[in-house]
């Protein structure tokens, strides 16, 4: 929900302990470039399995 509310900003790349990739949010937030990537990031997230999600980010073993 993050990314698709506040994904302009980058928030949900901060909450995912992605700071370099939210700050470059941040930076360019103005050009509107982050809120349609931050819209493939949510599609992303919403079909991607809460194994592939852990492993991914939480850095859990399968």
């Known amino acids: 929900m993050l990314a698709l509310f506040l994904g302009g900003l980058g928030i949900h790349r901060f909450y995912l302990d992605q700071g370099t990739k939210g700050i470059f949010y941040l930076i360019f ?34």
């Open 29 to 62: 937030c103005w050009t509107f470039i982050p809120s349609v990537i931050a819209l493939f990031d949510f599609l992303s997230f919403i079909f991607m399995s809460e194994d592939r999600f852990n492993y991914k980010y939480n850095n859990l073993q399968r």
